[in-house]
């Protein structure tokens, strides 16, 4: 399981990277309506420009999978903030009446996120000295 957790940090995180540094400006199937990029779509979900800020937290929350490497006691918090992330952008997809092919990306990422932050609390000191 420890080895499924690393595996899936490093995923999702690259993952989150890749869609808000790479391909923000770019068309996918999976974006919002009928989004181009990451503006359009915040805008289809009636968002404002100032809610970009969510990049910068999902982009921070993906550095800090990654250094979950190096430094596991972030690996679940890190985890449990992309989970929540992927909540939202699930909800925001159902919100705006999109087709369930545009919320499979966020559903898969929430799915990992909570299968790592599950391995990290099976296995943490914490979680054993309750049981």
Same mark, same amino acid.
């Given at each position: 399981?420890?080895?499924?957790?690393?595996?899936?940090?490093?995923?999702?995180?690259?993952?989150?990277?890749?869609?808000?540094?790479?391909?923000?400006?770019? *068309?996918?199937?999976?974006?919002?309506?009928?989004?181009?990029?990451?503006?359009?779509?915040?805008?289809?979900?009636?968002?404002?420009?100032?809610?970009?800020?969510?990049?910068?937290?999902?982009?921070?929350?993906?550095?800090?999978?990654?250094? *979950?490497?190096?430094?596991?006691?972030?690996?679940?918090?890190?985890?449990?903030?992309?989970?929540?992330?992927?909540?939202?952008?699930?909800?925001?997809?159902?919100?705006?009446?999109?087709?369930?092919?545009?919320?499979?990306?966020?559903?898969?990422?929430?799915?990992?996120?909570?299968?790592?932050?599950?391995?990290?609390?099976?296995?943490?000191?914490?979680?054993?000295?309750?049981?």
């Amino acid at each position: 399981m420890k080895t499924l957790s690393k595996l899936l940090s490093v995923i999702v995180g690259l993952t989150v990277m890749n869609v808000w540094i790479f391909r923000s400006d770019k *068309s996918t199937l999976f974006r919002g309506g009928d989004a181009n990029n990451l503006i359009e779509e915040f805008e289809v979900y009636g968002l404002g420009e100032y809610f970009l800020i969510i990049g910068i937290i999902k982009v921070g929350l993906a550095i800090l999978l990654i250094l *979950s490497l190096y430094f596991t006691k972030v690996r679940f918090f890190a985890a449990s903030g992309i989970a929540v992330m992927m909540l939202v952008a699930i909800f925001m997809h159902i919100n705006v009446g999109d087709e369930l092919i545009k919320s499979v990306p966020a559903s898969i990422l929430l799915l990992s996120s909570l299968i790592i932050a599950y391995a990290e609390k099976i296995s943490s000191k914490w979680f054993h000295s309750y049981i």
